[in-house]
T-cell receptor
Framework: EPEVTQTPSHQVTQMGQEVILRCVPI?????FYWYRQILGQKVEFLVS????????KSEIFDDQFSVERPDGSNFTLKIRSTKLEDSAMYFC???????????????FGPGTRLTVL | AQRVTQPEKLLSVFKGAPVELKCNYS??????LFWYVQYSRQRLQLLLR??SRESIKGFTADLNKGETSFHLKKPFAQEEDSAMYYC?????????????FGQGTILTVHP
């Protein structure tokens, strides 16, 4: 069964450094998402992406964050200048199609644990 | 803004006992509700969604719009049900696809 994959599984970085988290969504999926979960807190929506542009973003997704689909398979989340509070588990998800008529099942990746020192 | 509340952080039951994981939501529109499960060292995966009206692994959940609840139930818990359970809401409309999660409930089923 196809799965969403994410690399790396764990990323350690210094405060102020740029990081890129990578995701390979399921191949026939059209909608892509990033969520994050700070230790002990809720899973929080960051951004959704469709047709090469952002569909929706949360308040967390400020100018330090960006997403890109650089080729036909990868979906990346970039944090330009990391802060201590960016330390979290970052989940990528994808779905076949989502529309105003309803949400298709989102399939999650295993997550990337980001530690900012 | 929408909100999902799971009042129990931890829930322990014995094998064979009934289990109910509570989920309440606040949203003025007609949301879609989901239960996601995360077994130890595995990824988040969909357990069930209210529009499907299915029973998955013996679990059911009924959307009660009057009480704004979507509690997850199973009549006879099994040890393999031990996991983290998340209730999630999709507000639909212009926010379709954006899942709002509850805090999660860790279910432990003792032998």
């Amino acid at each position: 069964e196809p799965e969403v994959t994410q690399t790396p599984s764990h990323q350690v970085t210094q405060m102020g450094q740029e990081v890129i988290l990578r995701c390979v969504p399921i191949s026939n999926h059209l909608y892509f998402y990033w969520y994050r979960q700070i230790l002990g807190q809720k899973v929080e929506f960051l951004v959704s992406f469709y047709n090469n542009e952002i569909s929706e973003k949360s308040e967390i997704f400020d100018d330090q964050f960006s997403v890109e689909r650089p080729d036909g398979s990868n979906f990346t989340l970039k944090i330009r200048s990391t802060k201590l509070e960016d330390s979290a588990m970052y989940f990528c998800a994808s779905s076949r199609l989502t529309s105003v008529r309803g949400t298709d099942t989102q399939y999650f990746g295993p997550g990337t644990r980001l530690t900012v020192l | 803004a929408q909100r999902v509340t799971q009042p129990e952080k931890l829930l322990s039951v014995f094998k064979g006992a009934p289990v109910e994981l509570k989920c309440n939501y606040s949203y003025s529109g007609s949301p879609e509700l989901f239960w996601y499960v995360q077994y130890s060292r595995q990824r988040l995966q969909l357990l069930l969604r209210h529009i499907s009206r299915e029973s998955i692994k013996g679990f059911t959940a009924d959307l009660n719009k009057g009480e704004t609840s979507f509690h997850l139930k199973k009549p006879f818990a099994q040890e393999e049900d031990s996991a983290m359970y998340y209730c999630a809401l999709d507000a639909g409309g212009t926010s379709y696809g954006k899942l709002t999660f509850g805090q999660g409930t860790i279910l432990t089923v003792h032998p």
